[in-house]
């Protein structure tokens, strides 16, 4: 699979969520999506406001996280927090399903929390965090399935918070748990470039990932012909 | 130091914040709240309502987390978690103030974040976590500040999900920051009946925990002789 720096880069979200960065540390990384022309940023909800106006121009979008990264408040909270990131100029919305919920059986109640975010987005993209690492196979396609039946359009592996990230075997299932209308982002573990053209094999249109630089850098090189084709050519992507 | 069981328990907040917990787990940490006599649950915003018709008639108070557990939602998002919180039954919030924002030296905006919760909750006991772990001693004593300011009711260490806790340093100089109209709740890391004690003599008032039944099962112990005094009575608490 031949991919330029600029489609790996259209295929990326800069994740910038970690809850003790400071302003300063955040400007740093909204200069570096700019600087590589990625996708979109995904900020923590209280920075979505600086992130649009800092980001103005850049052509890189704003997206956030709602019931971050717990996924347990109310579904009332989450709506607010939609709400509140429309106002504020986020364009995408990656939530956190109800996990305890998924685990207990309760998935027409997964279904509803999910769909009332998604109405609350108004047509804004909604991607579903299943926190893949505390689910069972079968919560998995459970969780992709509510997702989709609740109109979301992403379902998303992990929120990197809780100790496990995208695994091969978890993404073949998402995408095989959805249809052709719902695309699989992974997110949590995506460090390397190797790791995402991977990943990208299997059908994986977006990548959540603070190692934005290292993957690009590392594309650029390799188009380049300074490092060699390595594992991945030899697996013929 | 010489404190009762029941006097122990009446300054537990049993803690079931796990974002993995299935509804059967939640119900066995209810039954252990209730057998136990402790003060009040602090359960994940989407089990308030369970919570509260579960407990009814026990004694038990239900709390709940705003914000939780980064700290990073909007104040609006938080404002609304607290009005559905109340609707629900919820007694006593614990909120995290914004990490990044008091990082950053937005001292103000941390205050007024906090002072929105604390009129959203109209009377209801309102602590404030700082997530020592990523703070600096200053950064400890203006969070402090800004919560005394902001009218909460008390100061709290850790969320229990950052990697660090209470220790006694920062006890220590949460107790020196704040008048005696603020309280201090010790969480993280509070797993044993002489680290509770050793917290006790600092001048903290309640303790946030998962291991309740270890701990009065201890104490009962002690009490009964059944082990003997230890080293937290040589020190003579």
Known sequence: MNVSVSQVAAMIDHAILKP?????????????????????????PSDISHAVSTLEGSGVAVGTVIGFPHGTTSTTAKVAEVIQGIADGAVEFD??????????????????????????????LVKV????????????????RAA?????DFVKTATGFAGGGATVPHLKLM???????????????????????????????????????????????????EIGPGVIDERSY
């Open 95 to 124: 939530m956190v399903l109800n996990i305890g919920w998924l685990r207990s059986g309760m998935v027409a109640e997964v279904e509803a929390d999910i769909r009332a975010v998604v109405e609350a987005a108004h047509g804004s």
């Open 175 to 225: 995408r095989a748990s959805v249809s052709d209308a719902v695309q699989v982002k992974a997110s949590g573990g995506v460090r390397s470039l190797d790791t995402l053209l991977e990943m990208l094999a299997l059908g994986v249109t977006r990548f959540g990932t603070s190692a934005t630089a290292t993957i690009l850098d590392d594309l650029a090189k390799r188009d380049a012909g």
């Open 20 to 44: 003790e960065l400071t302003r300063t540390q955040v400007d740093a990384d909204l200069a570096l999506a700019a600087a590589y022309k990625i996708f979109c940023v995904c900020v923590r």
């Open 148 to 152: 989709e039946a609740a109109g979301a």
């Open 129 to 144: 965090i299943l926190e893949t690492a505390y689910l069972s196979d079968d919560e998995i396609v459970q969780g992709c």
